[in-house]
């Protein structure tokens, strides 16, 4: 079950990423790298889905797996 709902503080899984970096975007790898300690405020990105934006930044999507709540 999704335990994460618009509003929650998340950091990015940085260690979930690891092993597909050579399947990502140059980009995408910067943005997760800058932000290893950045506390996120989550918002939903589409109705009833895993996938989940920041209202800091919504440029990236990220699956609720490779976020952690705080």
Do not use: C, H
């Not at 990423?17 to 405020?41: A, C, G, V």
């Not at 919504?58 to 705080?70: E, V």
């Amino acid at each position: 079950m999704n335990e994460i709902k618009s509003g929650d503080k998340v950091r990015i899984n940085i260690q979930a990423f690891e092993w597909q970096k050579s399947t990502l975007t140059p980009k995408f790898i910067e943005f997760i790298n800058r932000n290893t300690d950045t506390i996120f405020t989550v918002k939903e990105y589409k109705k009833d889905s895993n996938l989940w934006t920041f209202v800091e930044n919504d440029t990236w999507l990220f699956w609720f797996g490779n976020l952690i709540k705080l």
